[in-house]
């Protein structure tokens, strides 16, 4: 007999011997209350799950994290490659990313 075979063989004559005390209904019903309230207790980390499923649904938290990371690069990239002296609209040139240059005729 193996040591599977030997454990269940056991186990069904301790269950022949001596049964399993009963578990009076009061207890039980506390301890389900105590899981209820455990289970809808506040924290962190429901607090982030919740907020990872509200900004990229049926996503794992690393895919918003890398997309909110690569768009702040960007930014932090055109922050520190745009001019920040740029010249002012008298001397016929400014700077802007959504408008073209104006000539005057």
């Known amino acids: 007999m193996t040591k599977d075979q030997d454990k269940e063989a056991v ?4 269950a022949q ?3 399993p005390p009963p578990v009076p209904a009061a207890l039980e019903r506390r301890v ?6 455990i289970a809808s207790r506040w ?11 509200a900004l990229w ?3 794992p938290l690393w895919q918003p ?6 768009a702040l690069v960007v930014g932090l990239g055109l922050a520190a490659f745009a001019p920040l002296d740029a010249p002012s609209p ?3 040139t400014a700077f802007a990313y959504d ?3 104006a000539q005057d005729i």
Do not use: I, Q, S, Y
């Open 11 to 14: 186990d069904r004559l301790l």
């Open 17 to 19: 011997l001596v049964p």
């Open 32 to 37: 389900l209350a105590d899981f209820d309230r």
């Open 43 to 53: 924290t962190l980390t429901r607090l982030m799950d919740r907020l990872a499923e």
């Open 57 to 59: 649904p049926d996503a």
């Open 65 to 70: 994290a890398c997309a909110f990371a690569a």
């Open 90 to 92: 008298d001397e016929g």
């Open 99 to 101: 408008t073209t240059l």
